[in-house]
Nanobody, 120 residues
Framework: QVQLVESGGGLVWTGGSLRLSCTAS????????MGWYRQAPGKQRELVAS???????RYADSAKGRFAISRDNAKNTVYLQMNSLKPEDTAVYYC??????????????WGQGTQVTVSS
């Protein structure tokens, strides 16, 4: 079974940047779509961004223009660069992976979560 280990969360000021990393425990040959969900208190879980093995990316409207997802298949690692952060971005961010074409269809693996806090 694939295990996902996240890092890179923390506390930043409004307008700052963070880069999240997620590394799979083994080769990602069986994984197609990888990305991040986020869960903020009192809000529904949101799929923020995803990227396929071939590099096709998708973003939530709230992330477009500010976040960039990338993937290094050789390192079994996916990254989420978050710029121009807002307090509304404060949430626990969960790395996730799917065998299928899109995380939003079915998520097969979950990371442990990492807290991102944006202070105003």
């Amino acid at each position: 079974q694939v295990q996902l280990v996240e890092s890179g969360g923390g506390l930043v000021w409004t307008g700052g940047s963070l880069r999240l990393s997620c590394t799979a425990s083994r080769s990602t040959f069986s994984i197609n779509d990888m990305g991040w969900y986020r869960q903020a208190p009192g809000k529904q879980r949101e799929l923020v961004a995803s990227i396929t093995r071939g590099g096709v990316t998708r973003y939530a409207d709230s992330a477009k223009g500010r976040f960039a997802i990338s993937r290094d298949n050789a390192k079994n690692t996916v990254y989420l660069q978050m710029n121009s952060l807002k307090p509304e971005d404060t949430a626990v961010y969960y790395c996730a992976a799917a065998r299928g074409i899109w995380l939003g269809g079915q998520t097969n693996y979950w990371g442990q979560g990492t807290q991102v806090t944006v202070s105003s």
